[in-house]
């Protein structure tokens, strides 16, 4: 079984003409072609969804290039791929202890003094948005733990050219922060909540809070953020029996529900067999929703989406396992330790704390930056192989 799975996954990311699906693509284009004759090896009995959710998507760099910070060469890689979203991770320190993000002993953290400044993230930020940058997500840690979040939020977002100024965060304390944090010109929220039933929550992050957590879903969609993105990571014995109930959840809401397949990190003893591969996931969520559609996604897009007719919301699933979307992505990572990752499941780290410290102007930075994002791999490797890869936890990476 191993050996097969490991087969079917290991497949390259579709840079390789005799791997891909025909495109009719111009010149100068990348293309995210949705494999979904994958999905069957994990599920006898989803031919017909294989068949009718299957989509090619191709963009254009010139379609994807922003008009008004246009991408330089520093953001582009080997593949031509152009990195217009950030991830900064501002703190490696969390309020809960959830079992997919550390280990059970908790991990070692990165002394303050060796962590970034306000005034170094906002120079990182500057630069990657005067590059081309027009997305950026907070991350971390639990970010609204940051004493200084607000100040953040407001000075990234007055920097000319970011359209979208995101966060993820598990929602303990988002209900009273973020009337003010919208204010300071946050725009959009996702929320981490991977049960619907209290006593889970517990056992899964290791802390109370589920009130709390349901309470920001509301307090964000009575402030207008739409859609409301709820993250939910689907693991086989804990929380596969509870994907429908979160469905309903997009029933009268702008909520977009978003199932992640369980991913391998340092000290989350990840095993295969937790896995909830996307084609089960789908095949569950078709039986009780039949009007389920697939709507089309752009081609950076890290999700399938779907709409439920009379629904607000929607349902999207994030595929990285089964189904990864290497060939569309746009994403980069600045690390709370000032480390820039170029690929969530990618060991290589480069410092640009050090060489800010050191007093490096801009156009040295720029090189680094340069210099990591073209040694960018096509694609992660299969998730066996990620499994075995040395990795930081994902509280030091960023979630």
């Known amino acids: 079984m191993r050996r097969y799975l490991s087969k079917l996954i290991h497949g390259p990311v579709g840079f390789n003409p005799s791997n891909s699906f025909p495109l009719n693509c111009e010149m100068g284009s990348y293309c995210a072609a949705r494999r979904t004759n994958r999905q069957a090896s994990f599920s006898g009995n989803n031919e017909y ?31 031509g791929r152009l990195h217009t979203y950030l991830r900064i991770s501002l703190t490696e320190r969390c309020n809960l202890r959830c079992q997919y993000c550390m280990p059970a002993d908790g991990v070692e953290l990165t002394p303050s003094p060796q962590l970034l400044t306000k005034t170094e993230i906002l120079r990182c930020a500057n630069l990657f948005v005067s590059s081309g940058v027009n997305k950026i997500r907070l991350t971390g840690g639990e970010p609204t733990i940051r004493k ?10 007055n920097l000319k050219g970011l359209k ?24 959009s929220v996702n929320i981490s909540l991977d049960t619907l039933v209290p006593a889970k929550f517990e056992f ?6 589920h009130e709390k957590v349901m309470d920001a879903i509301n307090a964000s969609i009575d402030l207008g953020f739409n859609p409301v993105k709820v993250n939910c990571v689907v693991m086989r014995g804990f929380n596969d029996d509870e994907i429908c109930d979160f469905v309903e959840l997009t029933r009268e809401k702008p909520i977009d529900i978003r199932f992640i397949e369980f991913m391998p990190f340092d000290g989350n003893v990840w095993n295969v ?14 039986k009780r929703f039949t ?46 330790d000032g480390n820039f990752k170029v690929c969530l499941f990618g060991p290589s780290e480069i410092s640009l704390r050090d060489p800010l410290r050191r007093g490096a102007e801009d156009d040295e930075l720029k090189e680094i930056i340069g210099a990591a994002v073209k040694r960018k791999k096509a694609s992660h490797a299969g998730m066996f192989d990620i499994a075995k890869t040395a990795n930081r936890p994902m509280i030091h990476i960023g979630g």
């Open 49 to 79: 969804a294989t068949r009718a959710f299957a989509t090619t998507s191709c963009a254009s760099l010139s379609e994807d290039q922003p008009k008004d910070n246009p991408v330089s060469d520093m953001l582009v890689d080997s593949f």
């Open 291 to 336: 009007s389920l559609k697939r709507v089309q996604d752009h081609p950076t897009d890290t999700a399938k989406n779907f709409t439920i007719d009379g629904h607000e919301g929607r349902v999207s699933f994030i595929t990285s396992m089964t189904e990864h979307f290497c060939a569309g992505c746009n994403r980069l990572r600045l690390l709370a």
């Open 164 to 187: 979208t100024l995101s966060m993820t965060t598990n929602g303990i304390a988002l209900a009273r922060k973020l009337p003010k944090l919208k204010e300071c010109g946050l725009n």
């Open 148 to 157: 200084d979040i607000e100040d953040i939020c407001l000075e990234l977002s």
């Open 204 to 209: 899964m992050t290791r802390r109370k809070g």
């Open 273 to 286: 067999k937790k896995l909830v591969p996307y084609s089960e996931m789908l095949d569950k969520v078709m």
